[in-house]
């Protein structure tokens, strides 16, 4: 199993990362996108995903860094994520995770893995 039962569960609780790309120029862009964990990977949808900048950056072979987060208490402060790196390719006619997403999606298949606060320890681990 790539992810751990406790980021497994963090993840399918979650809706939103944000994913970070680089363009071929080196420029950096960093957005907020809807995904999903499916058979160990991770697959980030959207609307009209094929025409966004990221989707071009990762068909150029841009590196990735995906990362979800939230505070789980202010009171004490408690924050807790995962930070996904790897390889992600850009997928042009694939079945979408749900309706309202278009046929584009990027896949990305771990390679290194990051995770804090998820079970009280934090995690980092090449895959």
Known sequence: MIFTSAELDYLSGQQ?????????????QNNPVGFFVQDG????????????????NIQR?????FVVDDLASVDPW????????GTAVALTDAEPPVPFF??????LAPSK?????????R?????
């Open 78 to 85: 408690v924050a807790r994520g995962i930070e996904i790196r």
């Open 102 to 107: 278009s046929r584009e999606v990027i896949r």
């Open 16 to 28: 939103l990362g944000r994913l970070a790309t680089v363009a071929p120029d080196g420029q950096v």
């Open 41 to 56: 990977t991770i697959v980030i949808g959207g609307h009209a995903l094929g025409a966004s900048k990221k989707f071009r």
């Open 61 to 65: 072979g841009s590196t990735v860094s």
């Open 123 to 127: 995690s980092s681990r090449t895959v």
């Open 113 to 121: 893995i990051i995770s804090w606060g998820l079970d009280g320890t």
